[in-house]
């Protein structure tokens, strides 16, 4: 009858653990899908949030974006805290927890900050929000410092291993997200540029044309007018209008 009981638990257990993997894994892949089919930070970021805190089980959850010029680290999403402050934060790599956790590119675990050799640089938040429990985990992509991602717990919290593996998949999709928009940023700014190079160097061209001859000046502008009018009578759409 022990031998039955005990596979029994044994059963239910594995169960438990598995249906726990699996939401983990539903999870990651909704980040996936999340950072794959959109170019929006905000919104990625907000569905990270969600997925994240709902899945370590954490009472709040804050992501901070790294700023290299300014060696600073600006909050840009959250979620589960009962005042503003968090949204105030801004703070300097290598100072506190967090800036320690930038610095070294490592995550940093701690069960209660009141026993904690490196005090929080912002204890309002701690004292006002009740917080005890802090970890955060810097966002890396090939060793590139993003930002960082940081949770708080109202009680303490001693993480098991199965829960800090989790925590840093998490900042390794947020880190995904946050590099991905900005080489998206970069592109765009890239094609911007080349667009205007390439529209001056045609009206370089078309001046100096125009120079050759006081009876041509003006001439090319008013043939692009007249173009523009052509085309338009002709039902040619806007942003065709360009080329």
């Known amino acids: 009858i022990a031998d039955i009981a005990a596979n029994a638990f ?49 009472d709040a959850l804050a992501i901070h974006l790294y700023d290299p010029h300014a060696q600073q680290l600006t909050f840009v999403a959250g979620d589960g805290f009962r005042t503003q ?50 970890h955060v985990s810097p966002l890396l992509i090939q060793d590139q410092l993003k930002g960082v991602i940081e949770v708080f717990h109202r009680k303490e919290f001693n993480p098991p291993q199965d829960w800090k593996s989790l925590f840093e998949a998490f900042a390794g999709q947020a880190a995904i997200a946050i590099d991905n928009a900005q080489l998206f940023e970069d592109i765009q700014h890239t094609n911007l540029q080349l667009s205007i190079a390439y529209d001056a160097t045609l009206e370089g061209w078309a001046k100096a044309l125009e120079l050759r001859d006081r009876e041509t000046l003006g001439h090319s502008n008013r043939v692009t007018e007249l173009t523009l009018h052509i085309a338009a009578e002709m039902g040619v759409p806007n942003d065709q209008l360009i080329h």
Do not use: M
């Open 10 to 58: 044994y059963r239910a257990t594995l169960h438990l653990q598995t249906e726990k993997q699996l939401r983990h894994l539903s999870s990651l892949y909704t980040i996936d899908q999340a950072i794959s089919k959109r170019h929006n930070l905000e919104a990625i970021l907000k569905i990270i949030v969600q997925e994240a805190r709902s899945q370590l089980d954490v």
């Open 85 to 134: 402050i968090i949204k105030e934060t801004s703070l300097i790599i290598g100072k506190g927890l967090i800036g320690k956790a930038a610095k070294a590119k490592v995550s940093i675990y701690t069960p209660n900050i009141y026993q904690a050799t490196t005090p929080p640089i912002n204890t309002k938040l701690f004292l006002e929000e009740g917080f005890i429990a802090h």
